[in-house]
Nanobody, 115 residues
Framework: QVQLVESGGGLVQAGGSLRLSCVAS????????MGWYRQAPGKQRESVAG???????YYADSVKGRFTISTDNAKNTVYLQMNSLKPEDTAVYYC?????????WGKGTLVTVSS
Protein backbone atom coordinates (compact mmCIF):
# COMPACT_ATOMS: atom_id res chain seq x y z
CA GLN A 1 0.00 0.00 0.00
CA VAL A 2 1.14 3.51 -0.84
CA GLN A 3 -0.58 6.66 0.35
CA LEU A 4 -0.15 9.94 -1.51
CA VAL A 5 -1.12 13.36 -0.19
CA GLU A 6 -0.90 16.41 -2.42
CA SER A 7 -0.72 20.03 -1.36
CA GLY A 8 0.18 23.42 -2.75
CA GLY A 9 -2.69 24.14 -5.10
CA GLY A 10 -4.50 27.43 -5.14
CA LEU A 11 -5.48 30.48 -7.13
CA VAL A 12 -2.77 32.35 -9.03
CA GLN A 13 -2.70 34.94 -11.77
CA ALA A 14 -1.42 34.11 -15.21
CA GLY A 15 2.36 34.34 -15.27
CA GLY A 16 2.63 33.35 -11.64
CA SER A 17 4.11 30.30 -9.96
CA LEU A 18 3.05 27.51 -7.66
CA ARG A 19 4.82 24.54 -6.19
CA LEU A 20 2.90 21.35 -5.63
CA SER A 21 4.05 18.73 -3.15
CA CYS A 22 3.16 15.08 -2.86
CA VAL A 23 4.15 13.17 0.25
CA ALA A 24 4.29 9.41 -0.20
CA SER A 25 4.11 6.87 2.59
CA UNK A 26 3.97 3.12 2.69
CA UNK A 27 5.75 0.46 0.63
CA UNK A 28 7.99 2.59 -1.55
CA UNK A 29 10.98 0.67 -2.83
CA UNK A 30 12.55 -0.79 -5.92
CA UNK A 31 11.85 0.52 -9.39
CA UNK A 32 9.04 3.04 -9.60
CA UNK A 33 7.83 6.15 -11.34
CA MET A 34 6.16 9.05 -9.60
CA GLY A 35 4.26 11.50 -11.68
CA TRP A 36 1.87 14.37 -11.82
CA TYR A 37 -1.31 14.25 -13.87
CA ARG A 38 -4.03 16.81 -14.30
CA GLN A 39 -7.67 16.87 -15.24
CA ALA A 40 -9.38 20.01 -16.42
CA PRO A 41 -13.17 20.35 -16.35
CA GLY A 42 -14.73 18.34 -19.16
CA LYS A 43 -11.41 16.86 -20.23
CA GLN A 44 -9.60 13.58 -19.75
CA ARG A 45 -6.84 13.19 -17.23
CA GLU A 46 -3.45 13.79 -18.82
CA SER A 47 0.13 13.22 -17.86
CA VAL A 48 2.08 16.34 -16.92
CA ALA A 49 5.46 15.14 -15.68
CA GLY A 50 7.14 12.14 -14.15
CA UNK A 51 10.34 11.04 -12.50
CA UNK A 52 11.69 7.53 -12.15
CA UNK A 53 13.46 6.00 -9.20
CA UNK A 54 16.61 6.34 -11.32
CA UNK A 55 16.08 10.07 -11.66
CA UNK A 56 14.95 10.24 -15.27
CA UNK A 57 12.30 12.85 -15.95
CA TYR A 58 9.72 13.43 -18.65
CA TYR A 59 7.34 16.26 -19.39
CA ALA A 60 4.30 16.87 -21.51
CA ASP A 61 5.07 19.17 -24.41
CA SER A 62 2.61 21.71 -23.06
CA VAL A 63 4.64 22.25 -19.87
CA LYS A 64 8.24 21.81 -21.05
CA GLY A 65 10.37 24.74 -20.01
CA ARG A 66 7.79 25.91 -17.48
CA PHE A 67 7.35 23.02 -15.04
CA THR A 68 10.02 21.10 -13.14
CA ILE A 69 9.56 17.83 -11.30
CA SER A 70 11.92 16.88 -8.49
CA THR A 71 12.12 14.65 -5.46
CA ASP A 72 13.39 14.77 -1.92
CA ASN A 73 13.99 11.12 -1.16
CA ALA A 74 14.69 11.79 2.49
CA LYS A 75 11.19 13.21 2.80
CA ASN A 76 9.53 10.80 0.34
CA THR A 77 8.23 13.86 -1.42
CA VAL A 78 7.87 14.73 -5.08
CA TYR A 79 7.47 18.34 -6.15
CA LEU A 80 6.13 20.06 -9.21
CA GLN A 81 7.41 23.59 -9.62
CA MET A 82 5.11 25.41 -12.00
CA ASN A 83 6.23 28.72 -13.49
CA SER A 84 4.74 31.01 -16.11
CA LEU A 85 1.32 29.56 -15.42
CA LYS A 86 -1.39 29.96 -18.03
CA PRO A 87 -5.18 29.81 -17.68
CA GLU A 88 -5.10 26.52 -19.60
CA ASP A 89 -3.09 25.02 -16.75
CA THR A 90 -6.20 25.21 -14.60
CA ALA A 91 -7.03 21.69 -13.43
CA VAL A 92 -7.03 19.29 -10.54
CA TYR A 93 -3.50 17.96 -10.24
CA TYR A 94 -3.01 14.39 -9.08
CA CYS A 95 0.06 12.63 -7.79
CA UNK A 96 0.64 9.08 -9.04
CA UNK A 97 2.91 6.26 -7.94
CA UNK A 98 3.58 3.32 -10.24
CA UNK A 99 5.65 0.43 -9.00
CA UNK A 100 5.85 -3.21 -9.97
CA UNK A 101 2.24 -4.30 -9.96
CA UNK A 102 1.17 -1.14 -8.16
CA UNK A 103 -0.62 2.03 -9.23
CA UNK A 104 -1.75 4.54 -6.62
CA TRP A 105 -3.30 8.00 -6.81
CA GLY A 106 -3.67 10.92 -4.49
CA LYS A 107 -6.94 12.79 -4.11
CA GLY A 108 -5.73 15.80 -6.04
CA THR A 109 -5.16 19.50 -5.48
CA LEU A 110 -6.89 22.24 -7.44
CA VAL A 111 -4.88 24.78 -9.39
CA THR A 112 -6.75 27.76 -10.78
CA VAL A 113 -4.99 30.25 -13.03
CA SER A 114 -6.83 33.49 -13.65
CA SER A 115 -6.28 35.60 -16.75
Amino acid sequence: QVQLVESGGGLVQAGGSLRLSCVASGSIFGIYVMGWYRQAPGKQRESVAGISSGGRTYYADSVKGRFTISTDNAKNTVYLQMNSLKPEDTAVYYCNYQGVGMDYWGKGTLVTVSS
